[in-house]
């Protein structure tokens, strides 16, 4: 955001910090200051296997309170700390949450400090997930997952990207600053949190944002795609929360957690992100176009496997697909719309050229291609519109992470919205 952004603030709320035995217990460090920084009280809960990977007098030092780690303590508020520290929270987050102590609270066990703690505590539960890919990927630890989440946990991440083992993929845990953000989303009114991030006039305007890639079918196990990750939609639309708005995100096939709080309708092809699109823009105030749509599809999707055959080559017949946000734009003349131009070459002349075309408010230029944007975590963008005299305007977003970036395209994009 601007340098005049307010600082988001957890004033007053009493958070228990789970820390298990990960290699991403360093990033509770961090995750701990961060939080008391935010205002609130700190109470840290250590399990055994987090001992091995970093000291109680770090946590302590960083939240000015003891560290907790054992459960039959009898000095412990008389031998009772743990239902002592389950009725002081206002937050439970566990970060990082391992796959043992996610089997462990999915099956209600309370065989140590945190798990009881957890058992014992009416508050609002967050689990930061932090794994190797392939354990995450386990159907054993999803399905605990998922059956936390039907008793109410909220769960944050985890990421992906580059892991300590070396492997790549999902199981990351999210970043400190990342799961703060989550945080003070998820506990906000929209006014309050439109009044932290700066922007007034948001709160309560719903927001649809369209996210990832499409998929078209040329046979049941084949299909025509791009290299959208999803990454900028999805941050958007969780920059979009923060600033107070109701949202929307219409999500094409990701490997990506949504954010908190937020709306998700899951399509695959682009004829259904905009019949979804559609229906969700009826009643919205702002549309978004970050997905990376597919321009084409096969005219003709095979009902079984295309074999291979004898030839050495084979042909196959393309017809356009829709284009999602000219169609939005021509159908809804009071919405105000926002698309992206993901290009090659020429990048703002095509860019301005499809501004004036499909009639937007805005549009995002976006260099992609030569290792540029797709499935990155930074972006560098610029962001075009016309004036009141019909003078092509345009600011210049440098390089930068996408949460970073979402926020100060949106930033941009809403004090456009409200000269309309």
């Not at 043992?100 to 065989?111: E, P, S, Y």
């Not at 354990?135 to 990207?161: C, H, K, Q, Y």
């Not at 809804?332 to 004036?356: D, R």
């Not at 390089?399 to 949106?410: C, D, T």
Request: charged residues 20%; proline residues 4%.
């Amino acid at each position: 955001m601007s340098a005049q952004t307010a600082l988001p603030t957890l004033q007053g709320k009493h958070i228990v910090l789970g820390v298990s035995g990960g290699i991403a217990a360093y990033k509770s460090a961090l995750l701990a200051r961060l939080l008391k920084k935010a205002g609130a009280d700190i109470k840290v809960v250590m399990t055994q296997g987090a001992h091995a990977f970093i000291t109680p007098l770090t946590f302590q030092a960083l939240t000015g309170n003891s560290v907790h780690d054992t459960l039959l303590d009898a000095d412990a508020e008389a031998g009772m700390g743990h239902i002592e520290l389950a009725r002081w929270a206002d937050l439970v987050v566990i970060a990082p949450a391992t796959a043992n102590v996610i089997a462990r609270l999915a099956n209600g066990h309370a065989d140590d400090l945190l798990t009881t703690i957890c058992l014992a505590s009416p508050a609002p539960k967050y689990l930061a997930p932090a794994m190797n890919q392939q354990m995450w990927s386990n159907p054993i630890v999803r399905a605990n997952t998922e059956r936390l989440e039907t008793f109410g946990w909220s769960l944050l991440g985890p990421d992906d990207g580059e892991q300590a083992c070396g492997d790549v993929g999902s199981g990351r845990m999210l970043e400190p600053e990342t799961i703060v953000e989550r945080l003070l989303s998820s506990t906000s009114s929209p006014a309050e949190r439109a009044s932290r991030s700066g922007i007034s006039g948001i709160s309560g305007k719903k927001v649809v944002i369209t996210a990832g890639p499409t998929r078209e079918a040329l046979d049941p196990v084949r299909y025509l795609s791009n290299y959208s990750s999803g990454k900028m939609g999805y941050a958007l639309a969780a920059a979009a929360y923060a600033a107070g708005a109701s949202v929307t995100l219409i999500s094409g096939p990701v490997q990506l957690e949504p954010p908190t709080g937020i709306t998700v309708v899951n399509v695959t092809s682009a004829e259904q992100m905009l019949d979804a699109a559609r229906s969700e823009s009826s009643d919205a105030d702002i549309f978004i176009a970050a997905a990376a749509v597919a321009d084409f599809r096969p005219q003709q999707v095979a009902e079984h496997k295309i074999k291979k055959g004898g030839d050495s080559t084979a042909s196959l017949e393309l017809v356009k697909n829709p284009d999602i946000v000219a169609t939005i734009a021509g159908e809804y003349a009071s919405l105000f719309c926002v698309g992206f131009a993901a290009e090659t070459q020429s990048l703002l002349e095509n860019a301005s050229s499809k501004l004036t075309r499909k009639k937007l408010d805005m549009i995002v230029a976006n260099q992609v291609g030569e290792g540029l944007a797709f499935d990155q975590d930074s972006n560098a963008v610029t962001l075009l519109w016309q004036d009141a005299q019909q003078t092509l305007q345009q600011r210049a977003f440098p390089m930068q992470s996408k949460h970073q970036l979402a926020r100060q395209l949106l930033d941009a994009i809403f004090a456009h919205y409200q000269t309309q």
